[in-house]
């Protein structure tokens, strides 16, 4: 078993629309949170970054983190087309630095 | 400012032969990571590397090494390929690779063994 755990979608919805992406994980050593963006033939952009629990908002973006559940989400409001991209969670240990534990991302797709 | 340098974007190779990719990270930063991005099994972490010395390490096998040189610049390279190494290799750099800061990637280099 993966030690995260995301829906690969692919998630389609109108513009306009509330997205709600969530991610499990089962290793309780993790204490920063992230979301990244990917498109297409690109590299992973970081949207979102949450440190154990709690709630982080930036713009049309809301970060969940809930420890004791081992779950995570990324809420997008007033979705845009723009916003069609592979989204991925990823998260680390205290010490782990750069060595990032990602989902498998889920594809979102926002229709005009 | 520049951002993470990947060459090349696309390599072909046969089973059995070697590569070498190369990631040149933003000017300053002296943290770099290697990920390998599969369909299946997403990104997983291969190796970090901070001022020339190697800082962490993935679950991969041996064939797959790398190195760091005195201007950040970074190289892995992959011997004696299967197929199961296709994939798109991703490099993230960051100033010190603490925990805080900000991975910033490149664009990967979309490597196919035929």
């Known amino acids: 078993q993966k030690e995260v755990e995301q829906d690969p979608g692919p998630l389609s919805v109108p513009e306009g629309a509330i997205v709600s992406l969530n991610c499990t994980y089962s290793?309780?050593?993790?204490?920063?949170f992230m979301w990244y963006r990917q498109y297409s033939r690109k590299g992973p952009e970081l949207l979102m970054y949450t440190y154990s629990s709690g709630n982080k908002e930036d713009g049309r973006f809301t970060a969940q983190v809930d420890k004791s559940s081992k779950y995570i989400s990324l809420f997008i409001r007033d979705s845009q087309p723009s916003d069609s991209a592979t989204y991925l969670c990823a998260m680390s240990e205290e010490t782990s630095g750069s060595r990032l534990t990602f989902g498998e991302g889920t594809q979102l797709t926002v229709n005009p | 400012k520049a951002g993470v340098t990947q060459t090349p974007r696309y390599l072909i190779k046969t089973r059995g032969q070697q590569v070498t990719l190369s990631c040149s990270p933003i000017s300053g930063h002296r943290s770099v990571s290697w990920y390998q991005q599969t369909p299946g099994q997403g990104l997983q972490f291969l190796f970090e590397y901070f001022s020339e010395t190697q800082r962490n390490k993935g679950n991969f096998p041996g064939r797959f090494s790398g190195r760091q040189f005195s201007n950040s610049r970074s190289e892995m390279n992959v011997s004696t390929l299967e197929l199961g190494d296709s994939a798109l290799y991703l490099c993230?750099?960051?100033?010190?690779?603490?925990?805080?800061?900000?991975?910033?990637f490149g664009s990967g280099t979309q490597l196919s063994v035929l």
């Open positions: 993230a750099s960051s100033l010190k690779g603490g925990q805080h800061e900000k991975l910033f």
């Open positions: 290793n309780s050593a993790f204490q920063y």
